[in-house]
């Protein structure tokens, strides 16, 4: 079972909406990212906080906005967005450390659908 | 540029073996990892490799060539539950993935 979850599983909004997709990581990791996961496509890296930096993606269009109030919660703040945004947005955790790669812990998801 | 590629979608039948294929292009290389993903759900990871050579897990093995910019994933004695995505990502000189966007596998009684 996985020790990270994501609230909620499913959203619709309309594109003048304002939301938020939360993310919780139950595994003592000191890294969280979201990800977005459209059909067919490789996951695109959103945004990334590690040791308390933010790494983000430059093509990321600025209606998403992440918050990470500590190691252990993750959000992505959403408004006014697009159809073309309705997608699977997962978040991850992990362990990174100097020198080697740290294997990604996925939630299950959030399936977002712009009306 | 970076890039990985597998194949969209494969077919197979329960009991038998299946391989699906990897290749990268990635600014440096520093292992290659292999998860799976069940519809609607999270993608849990299978395997890691940096060196070449096999790795096996039970009925699960993951190859790795270096040189050739490859990999594999070998799954045996297949099974319905294996009806999945599979996702081959690369890890480059920072240490970032580099995603493939899926191996469908549909398993066929």
């Known amino acids: 079972e996985t020790g990270v979850t994501q609230t909620p599983r499913h959203l619709v909004m309309g594109m003048t909406n304002k939301k938020s997709l939360k993310c919780e990581q139950h595994?003592?990791?000191?890294?969280m990212y979201w990800y977005k996961q459209s059909a067919k496509k490789p996951l695109e890296l959103m945004f990334v906080?590690?040791?308390?930096?933010?790494?983000e993606n430059n093509s990321v269009p600025s209606r998403f906005s992440p918050e990470c109030p500590n190691s252990s919660h993750l959000f992505l703040h959403l408004h006014t967005l697009q159809p073309e945004d309705s997608a699977l947005y997962l978040c991850?955790?992990?362990?990174?450390?100097?020198?080697?790669?740290?294997?990604?812990?996925f939630g299950p998801g959030t399936r977002l659908t712009v009306l | 540029g970076q890039n990985i590629d597998q194949p969209t979608e494969m077919t197979a039948t329960e009991g038998a073996i299946v391989q699906i294929n990897c290749t990268y292009q990635?600014?440096?290389?520093?292992?290659l990892f292999w998860y799976q993903q069940h519809a609607g759900e999270a993608p849990t990871f299978l395997s890691y490799?940096?060196l070449d050579g096999l790795e096996e897990k039970g009925r699960f093995s993951s190859f790795l060539s270096r040189s050739k910019g490859y990999s594999y994933l070998l799954l045996k004695e297949l099974q319905m539950k294996d009806s999945a995505s599979y996702l081959c990502?690369?890890?480059?000189?920072?240490?970032?993935?580099?995603w493939g966007a899926g191996t469908k596998l549909i398993i066929k009684p």
């Open positions: 991850a955790s992990s362990q990174k450390r100097e020198g080697g790669p740290d294997t990604q812990y």
């Open positions: 595994l003592g990791h000191n890294a």
């Open positions: 906080y590690s040791l308390e930096e933010r790494v």
């Open positions: 990635t600014s440096g290389f520093n292992g």
């Open positions: 490799n940096v």
């Open positions: 990502a690369a890890t480059d000189s920072n240490y970032q993935l580099i």
